[in-house]
Each structure stands twice: as structure tokens, then as C-alpha cells.
Nanobody, 115 residues
Framework: QVHLVESGGGLVQPGGSLRLSCAAS????????MRWYRQAPGKERELVAA????????NYADSVKGRFTISRDNAKNTVYLQMMSLKPEDTAVYYC????????WGQGTQVTVSS
């Protein structure tokens, strides 16, 4: 059974940092590109960051470039999203996504940036 379990969300002040993790199981993690998406209230889900299966290439939304870093550890079947210099507009539910032969989604973790 496939599982993607996000963790690390929470409440943080503007300018703060958080590190999200997504632990994968039930499929061959190293074969899949991984992505982080987010969805704010009343808005469509948007792609935040992506990383290739071996981790050799990454892409970011313009809104997070220079502040967020996606990485992965294929030995631990885990993908990360390091978020720095957080802004109130980063507030959203963050989801990890595995993209390969199949398309898998986690349940999401809430990130709230507020003073």
C-alpha cells in the first residue's frame, strides 16, 4: 500500500523557517520524481518545487526561488522542503506528490505564517 506522509508544518512568524518532510513507502521511491505543491484557502493548488528521481535537477516556482530548497534522500525514501524567509503569503496546506508510472499524493501539512 502506497503512503506519502508529510510532516513538519506548523505556525511560524514571518521571516522564520520550517523544514517539511515527506516519507514514502509502498513504491520504488528512487524511480519517481517528487514535487511539493501548496494550496491556500480559496486558491488553486500550485506547484512549489520539483526534483528529479536521482536528485540531479530541481525547479521552483518564481515565488519561492531563493527561499525554498527541495532535496531528497533515496536511502530514506524521503523528500524535504526547506523553507526560509517565510512570508504570510506562504500560508497554505503543503502536499508532496510522487510522479512516475503512477501519481501519488500525501494528505498535506498545514503551514501558517503569521505574527
Amino acid at each position: 500500500q502506497v503512503h506519502l506522509v508529510e510532516s513538519g508544518g506548523g505556525l511560524v512568524q514571518p521571516g522564520g523557517s520550517l523544514r517539511l518532510s515527506c516519507a514514502a513507502s509502498g513504491f520504488t521511491f528512487s524511480y519517481y520524481a517528487m514535487r511539493w505543491y501548496r494550496q491556500a484557502p480559496g486558491k488553486e493548488r500550485e506547484l512549489v518545487a520539483a526534483i528529479t528521481s536521482a536528485g540531479g535537477s530541481t525547479n521552483y516556482a518564481d515565488s519561492v526561488k531563493g527561499r525554498f530548497t527541495i532535496s531528497r534522500d533515496n536511502a530514506k525514501n524521503t523528500v524535504y522542503l526547506q523553507m526560509m524567509s517565510l512570508k504570510p503569503e506562504d500560508t497554505a496546506v503543503y502536499y508532496c506528490n510522487a510522479r512516475g508510472l503512477e501519481d501519488y499524493w500525501g494528505q498535506g501539512t498545514q503551514v501558517t505564517v503569521s505574527s
